[in-house]
Nanobody, 124 residues
Framework: QVQLVESGGGLVQAGGSLRLSCAAS????????VGWFRQAPGKEREFIAA????????YYADSVKGRFTISRDSAKNTVYLQMNSLKPEDTAVYYC?????????????????WGQGTQVTVSS
C-alpha cells in the first residue's frame, strides 16, 4: 500500500515558480513510477510529467516541456515537480500518482495510487 501527500501549492504571479512535493509512505514506493496530473475547473484531468522508479527516464506533456522538471529523492520517498515560468493557464489542482509499471505514463488508468491534490493558482 502506498499513500501519497502533495504539498507546495499556492498563489503565484505569472512568470513565477513553485515546487510541488509528493511525499509517499510505504517501503515499496521507491520501486514505483510517479506521475503528475492536473485538473482545472470544468476541464478533464491532464497529464503533466512522469518519472520512472530509478529517475533515469522522464516524460513531459508538450504544454509544460522546458518549464517544468520532475525529479525524485528515493532516500526521502519524495517526488518533486519544479514549475518555472508559470502561466495563468497552469492554474489547476495538481495530483501525484504512483504506478507499479512505467508503461504509457500519460494514461491515468495506469496508476495505482493517487494523492488528494494541491491547488496551484497563477495570477496574471
Amino acid at each position: 500500500q502506498v499513500q501519497l501527500v502533495e504539498s507546495g501549492g499556492g498563489l503565484v504571479q505569472a512568470g513565477g515558480s513553485l515546487r510541488l512535493s509528493c511525499a509517499a509512505s510505504g517501503r515499496t514506493f521507491s520501486t514505483y513510477a510517479v506521475g503528475w496530473f492536473r485538473q482545472a475547473p470544468g476541464k478533464e484531468r491532464e497529464f503533466i510529467a512522469a518519472i520512472n522508479w530509478t529517475g533515469s527516464s522522464t516524460y513531459y506533456a508538450d504544454s509544460v516541456k522546458g518549464r517544468f522538471t520532475i525529479s525524485r529523492d528515493s532516500a526521502k520517498n519524495t517526488v518533486y515537480l519544479q514549475m518555472n515560468s508559470l502561466k495563468p493557464e497552469d492554474t489547476a489542482v495538481y495530483y501525484c500518482a504512483a504506478a507499479k509499471y512505467y508503461r504509457d505514463p500519460t494514461a491515468g488508468k495506469r496508476y495505482d495510487y493517487w494523492g488528494q491534490g494541491t491547488q496551484v493558482t497563477v495570477s496574471s
